[in-house]
Protein backbone atom coordinates (compact mmCIF):
# COMPACT_ATOMS: atom_id res chain seq x y z
CA UNK A 1 0.00 0.00 0.00
CA UNK A 2 1.29 3.39 -0.57
CA UNK A 3 2.15 5.64 1.85
CA UNK A 4 0.46 9.61 2.28
CA UNK A 5 2.82 12.21 2.35
CA UNK A 6 2.63 15.05 4.39
CA UNK A 7 -0.10 17.32 3.77
CA UNK A 8 0.13 21.07 3.39
CA UNK A 9 -2.14 21.48 6.50
CA UNK A 10 0.25 19.22 8.89
CA UNK A 11 3.12 21.86 7.80
CA UNK A 12 0.88 24.58 8.19
CA UNK A 13 -0.16 23.89 11.66
CA UNK A 14 3.51 23.10 12.88
CA UNK A 15 5.05 26.19 11.28
CA UNK A 16 1.68 28.30 12.80
CA UNK A 17 3.17 26.77 16.35
CA UNK A 18 6.82 27.30 15.93
CA UNK A 19 6.13 31.00 14.81
CA UNK A 20 3.74 31.25 18.04
CA UNK A 21 7.02 29.67 20.49
CA UNK A 22 8.80 32.75 18.69
CA UNK A 23 11.11 29.93 16.78
CA UNK A 24 11.55 29.92 12.76
CA UNK A 25 10.07 27.35 11.03
CA UNK A 26 12.82 25.48 9.34
CA UNK A 27 12.48 21.97 7.43
CA UNK A 28 14.19 20.09 10.17
CA UNK A 29 12.02 22.02 12.78
CA UNK A 30 8.98 21.44 10.94
CA UNK A 31 10.03 18.03 10.66
CA UNK A 32 10.71 17.41 14.52
CA UNK A 33 7.13 18.64 15.04
CA UNK A 34 5.63 16.18 12.48
CA UNK A 35 7.70 13.22 13.66
CA UNK A 36 7.95 12.58 9.58
CA UNK A 37 7.88 13.59 6.37
CA UNK A 38 10.27 14.15 3.34
CA UNK A 39 12.27 17.27 3.24
CA UNK A 40 11.33 18.05 -0.20
CA UNK A 41 7.75 17.97 0.49
CA UNK A 42 7.84 19.69 3.60
CA UNK A 43 10.15 22.65 1.64
CA UNK A 44 7.39 22.91 -0.81
CA UNK A 45 4.74 23.16 1.65
CA UNK A 46 6.67 25.78 3.50
CA UNK A 47 7.19 27.69 0.37
CA UNK A 48 3.27 27.70 -0.03
CA UNK A 49 3.01 29.00 3.22
CA UNK A 50 5.32 31.66 3.60
CA UNK A 51 3.98 32.89 0.34
CA UNK A 52 0.41 32.91 1.46
CA UNK A 53 1.61 35.25 4.95
CA UNK A 54 1.33 38.87 5.20
CA UNK A 55 4.47 40.43 4.00
CA UNK A 56 6.23 42.55 6.77
CA UNK A 57 5.57 45.82 4.41
CA UNK A 58 1.97 45.36 5.87
CA UNK A 59 2.54 46.99 8.94
CA UNK A 60 2.90 50.55 6.84
CA UNK A 61 -1.13 50.07 6.38
CA UNK A 62 -1.83 49.85 10.31
CA UNK A 63 -0.18 53.56 10.55
CA UNK A 64 -2.28 56.92 10.46
CA UNK A 65 -0.65 58.27 7.21
CA UNK A 66 0.77 61.09 8.85
CA UNK A 67 3.18 59.27 10.71
CA UNK A 68 4.46 57.08 8.01
CA UNK A 69 4.92 60.20 5.79
CA UNK A 70 7.03 61.57 8.57
CA UNK A 71 8.91 58.57 8.92
CA UNK A 72 9.51 58.50 4.79
CA UNK A 73 10.66 61.57 4.36
CA UNK A 74 12.98 60.95 7.17
CA UNK A 75 14.36 57.84 5.70
CA UNK A 76 14.46 59.43 2.40
CA UNK A 77 17.07 62.78 3.86
CA UNK A 78 19.02 59.81 5.39
CA UNK A 79 19.79 58.55 1.65
CA UNK A 80 20.00 62.01 0.07
CA UNK A 81 23.47 62.75 0.81
CA UNK A 82 24.42 59.41 -0.57
CA UNK A 83 22.41 60.16 -3.61
CA UNK A 84 24.22 60.40 -7.09
CA UNK A 85 23.89 61.67 -10.36
CA UNK A 86 24.68 58.62 -12.22
CA UNK A 87 26.55 61.63 -14.43
CA UNK A 88 28.91 62.73 -11.81
CA UNK A 89 30.49 59.13 -12.00
CA UNK A 90 33.84 58.69 -12.96
CA UNK A 91 34.16 62.85 -13.25
CA UNK A 92 37.28 63.98 -11.92
CA UNK A 93 39.31 60.99 -12.47
CA UNK A 94 42.32 61.07 -13.92
CA UNK A 95 41.35 60.32 -18.10
CA UNK A 96 37.45 61.05 -16.96
CA UNK A 97 36.81 57.26 -17.93
CA UNK A 98 33.31 55.85 -17.32
CA UNK A 99 34.69 52.58 -16.03
CA UNK A 100 34.55 51.47 -12.92
CA UNK A 101 36.27 48.62 -12.61
CA UNK A 102 39.49 49.78 -13.44
CA UNK A 103 40.05 46.74 -15.10
CA UNK A 104 41.72 46.32 -18.15
CA UNK A 105 42.72 50.13 -18.58
CA UNK A 106 46.40 51.40 -19.26
CA UNK A 107 48.48 52.58 -16.04
CA UNK A 108 50.98 54.85 -16.07
Given at each position: M?????S???????????????Q??T??????????????????????????????????L?Y???????F?????A????????????G????G??????G??????
Open positions: ARLGVYEQVKAVADGLVSKGTPITAVREGLGTGSPNTIQGHLLKWRGARPTRRAWRNPRPLFEKTQRSRRRTPHARDPREIAGRAGGGSCSRGAARD
